[in-house]
């Protein structure tokens, strides 16, 4: 197998997260229309570029397929014919092999590295780990695919930069990987695609492209803005199959002088409609300016330990258990986390703003707020702040959200975790969450799975998150996410909604939703994909958008992932 990472505790935890996660072997797969004799031709001459290191095949392809996979059929199972470690790019129009990228592959819950279409050749992007810059001055880092967000955060801490990167609630994936792919973090950047400024493309003619200032030699501003001359194309490049992201400048949080660490928890079911109204005016009129985390005590409690410690039955908890846990544990039923950053006055007034309306507005809800500082009229060191106020809050990556994937295991620790997500974009209304929490809640016990989520928001709208963990070796708890999920993706189309990011299994599903005009949409960016991309050798069905050449393995209404529909 590949080595993953240097750092021993992310690669122990990378081989644990792949062994013993299958339920059944793997298959060898050809990519579709090639012959066995001329992939093996194929593979051999990418041993003699590559070298044979770099270069897998049989059983090491067990690290790129996806370690939570509901369907593992053959007819139905998404499996790479090979995989490909390259530290450079070869020139991709002499490859006739459909080739399917990533930085890291921890896009975990959504299929991590495998790919959308059985067959193609994964290129793995991880030995591309330089970081080429990062600008004290101007706040900001450029890097290569390969980049860790602990690489990233090290880096700065080795050399005393007065810098925070944002980092997501897992500190080994790609910086670039989650960023294109529309990531978030915690502090003041934490949208990570919305501070972008300069990107490098490959794409798959060979020729490179260059985005904005960064597309001009030697610019003193590549990376300071993201205006251009003439249309911005950096878009075309988020979650796309038109290009491969090689280089990426992205702007981080200035270290600041003080931050003030805050938490507001409410105790009833139907609070949530008042809670989103609250933090959504704050977040629109500029008092709280970075993001709100909200979450639910169900998924605090997978935070905290396992199912059978609170709840020994195949069956929802009940309502009379939770208030009980609610209690024991101090929490409200909805919990929400989130920091303010700057200048300790200006921190006081945002904090002392949010105090006045909420004693109006929630005023059964509960208040902590804890200011850390730096000493000495220094700026605050992240590590100075304990938990439960530091880690991603601070910029400071970790692994620590990593064990909830085990929430449903027995108490003998035997079966093999997994967990899965639907997550999609709803309105900043407390009127539509509440309506989203009743429905989903309905669909999740109708198949004896608690509500389980968070969700992340911003000014005009929130990013939902349906997590749902599973034991895998269990046939009818895989039948049981399978169904939660459709449902879900039938109940937030009635709506109007579409997740933001989705599961290779329910690209196309969810790609559907964009139906506007005959799915006009869809039909402008493969014109663009048959263009830049005539072999259709990048990432083929990423998104839902398919080359002419692979366009008959769309699958608009989702019968691959509905176990329930034969093939």
Same mark, same amino acid.
């Given at each position: ?62 690290? /790129?397929?996806?370690? /939570? ?48 279409? @059985? ?61 294109? !792919? ?198 605050? !060191? ?130 559907? @939703? ?54």
């Amino acid at each position: 197998f590949p080595i993953q990472y240097e750092d021993p505790e992310y690669q122990s935890a990378h081989s644990n997260l792949f062994s013993g996660s299958l339920t059944r072997p793997l298959e060898a797969v050809l990519p579709p229309g090639v012959a066995q004799a001329d992939f093996d031709a194929a593979i051999n001459k990418l041993k003699t570029i590559l070298g044979k290191d770099h270069v897998f095949t049989g059983r090491s392809l067990t690290e /790129y397929i996806d370690p /939570y996979e509901l369907q593992e059929e053959p007819s139905r199972r998404k499996i790479p014919s090979g995989a490909v470690c390259s530290g450079r790019f070869e020139n991709l129009q002499r490859v006739q092999i459909p080739v399917w990228t990533f930085s890291r592959g921890k896009n975990l819950g959504y299929g991590g590295p495998a790919p959308r279409l @059985s067959g193609s050749l994964t290129l793995d992007l991880h030995r591309m780990n330089k970081i080429i810059e990062v600008n004290q001055e101007f706040s900001y880092a450029v890097v290569e695919p390969g980049v860790t967000f602990t690489d990233l955060y090290d880096h700065c801490v080795l050399h005393k930069l007065k810098v925070w990167p944002s980092v997501p609630s897992l500190g080994w994936g790609s910086v670039v990987g989650n960023t294109v !792919d529309r990531g978030t973090g915690f502090l003041p950047t934490a949208t990570h695609h919305q501070h972008i400024a300069g990107l490098e493309i490959i794409l798959a003619d060979g020729d490179v492209v260059r985005t904005g200032q960064f597309g001009i030699s030697n610019s003193p501003s590549a990376h300071l803005s993201k205006f251009t001359f003439g249309p911005s194309i950096e878009g075309l490049f988020l979650q796309s199959n038109l290009g491969i992201v090689t280089k990426m400048g992205i702007w981080l949080t200035p270290q600041p002088e003080a931050y003030l660490s805050c938490g507001f928890s409410m105790s009833e079911f139907d609070d949530i409609e008042v809670m989103v109204d609250l933090f959504g005016e704050m977040r629109r009129n500029g008092t709280l300016p970075n993001t709100v985390y909200i979450s639910n005590i169900t998924e605090w409690l997978g935070m905290t330990g396992k199912r059978w410690e609170y709840w020994n039955k195949d069956e929802p908890i009940p309502a009379s258990k939770i208030r009980e846990l609610q209690e024991k544990l101090g929490m409200g039923y909805w919990n929400a986390k989130f920091g303010l950053y700057g200048p300790k006055g200006v921190i006081q007034a945002q904090i002392d703003e949010f105090k006045r309306v909420a004693a109006i507005k929630a005023p059964t809800g509960n208040l902590y707020a804890e200011m850390f500082t730096g000493e000495g009229g220094q700026l605050l !060191d992240a590590n100075s702040v304990p938990e439960p106020h530091g880690g991603p809050f601070v910029g400071v990556p970790t692994l620590w959200s990593l064990p909830m994937v085990n929430y449903r295991l027995t108490k003998d620790g035997k079966g093999i975790a997994g967990h899965a997500d639907y997550s999609p974009i709803i309105p900043s209304s407390g009127k539509a969450i509440l309506d989203w929490v009743r429905t989903s809640r309905k669909i999740s016990e109708a198949q004896g799975w608690d509500l389980f989520c968070d969700f992340f928001m911003h000014e005009r709208h929130v990013i939902f998150v349906n997590f749902m963990t599973f034991d895998k070796s269990k046939p009818e708890h895989r039948q049981a996410i399978s169904t939660i999920l459709l449902n879900l993706y039938q109940e937030g189309k009635k709506r109007g909604y579409s997740t933001y990011r989705t599961h290779v299994n329910h690209m196309d599903l969810n790609a559907d @939703s964009y139906d506007f005009n005959n799915h006009a949409y869809q039909r402008f960016v493969e014109k663009l994909k048959d263009a830049v991309d005539p072999n259709g050798i990048l990432s083929p069905g990423k998104q839902g958008m398919w080359p002419e050449k692979y366009r008959k393995f769309r699958d608009p209404t989702g019968k691959e992932a509905d176990p329930r529909r034969s093939l």
